[in-house]
């Protein structure tokens, strides 16, 4: 089955395509009424945010005091330098694992609530030329889990590559905060696209090949998620939700396409 448009959209149209879809979600959630479906996977995701961004506040405190304690710099500006690295590679870690386990976590946890959102929202758009196609609350957590576990190995590893440049000053900051950022919205906007290719009866393989041709609008949809996580508590309840509105907004389009 092929879902390629006749002509794709270039990486960075396809990004801004993305991210601006997140502008058209509460006026989709309010012209539809779609409020009430939002609240509870809302509250799952705030009480399980705050527990991981906790346990990696703990667990990169100790790294930093161990690597700190590990060197020790002959001159008063290279121990500033290299505190100032460790502090930076730090904030990174913290912030990439974060969002590597929110990810692989919440969305997992959450996927048959969101997988009803986004069958909610296709419902209001379409409306009557709506088809439904209905996998149940356990092969819906079965597929989510198998979508968010897909390429887990190759992400660890672009993510610790893009970490280890952290260790560089200045320069090596950079690529590592643009690349481990690139890496987590890539996959990201992978699993939000996947809930509405789910609901039109698109296997895994069929949505994977779907989103791998339109790689810019899979990272401006896991950006937008990503720039709602830096805001907390609200951003914590409400982005996987949005995030899921707004890939199902952009799947519709290029299904239509």
């Known amino acids: 089955m092929s879902h390629r448009s006749a002509k794709s959209p270039s990486f960075l149209a396809g990004v801004f395509s993305g991210l601006s879809a997140y502008l058209k979600v509460p006026g989709v959630l309010f012209r539809y009424r779609l409020w009430p ?16 961004f906790y346990g990696f ?13 590990l060197i020790r710099a002959p001159w008063e500006w290279l121990d500033t ?5 460790l502090a930076v590679l730090a904030f990174l870690i913290l912030i990439a694992g974060f969002f590597f386990a929110h990810k692989h976590i919440v969305l997992i946890l959450l996927a048959p609530f969101l997988g009803t959102i ?3 929202t296709m419902k209001a758009i379409k409306g009557k030329d709506f088809v ?30 893009f970490l280890a440049c952290g260790l560089i000053p200045l320069i090596g900051s950079a690529v590592s905060a643009f690349g481990t950022f690139f890496t987590q919205a890539r996959f990201l906007g992978y699993g939000l696209v ?11 393989e069929e949505s994977d090949a779907f989103v791998r041709e339109r790689t810019g609008l899979s990272v401006g949809i896991g950006g937008g ?19 899921t509105v707004a890939g199902t907004i952009r799947a519709i389009e290029e299904l239509d396409d």
């Open 37 to 52: 479906f939002q609240l509870l996977p809302a509250a799952i995701s705030l009480v399980v945010s705050a527990l991981l």
């Open 57 to 69: 506040f703990v667990a990169t405190g100790k790294f930093t005091g161990w690597m700190d304690g």
């Open 81 to 85: 330098t290299i505190n100032w690295t």
């Open 118 to 120: 986004a069958e909610e």
């Open 132 to 161: 439904k196609t209905d996998l149940g609350f356990g092969p819906a957590l079965a597929r989510g889990a198998k979508i968010n576990l897909r390429y887990i190995t190759r992400e660890i590893f672009t993510n610790l590559i």
């Open 194 to 204: 996947d809930f509405p290719l789910e609901n039109r009866g698109l296997s895994v």
């Open 225 to 243: 998620y990503m720039l709602l996580m830096a805001i907390p508590f609200v951003g914590w309840m409400f982005a996987p939700t949005f995030g």
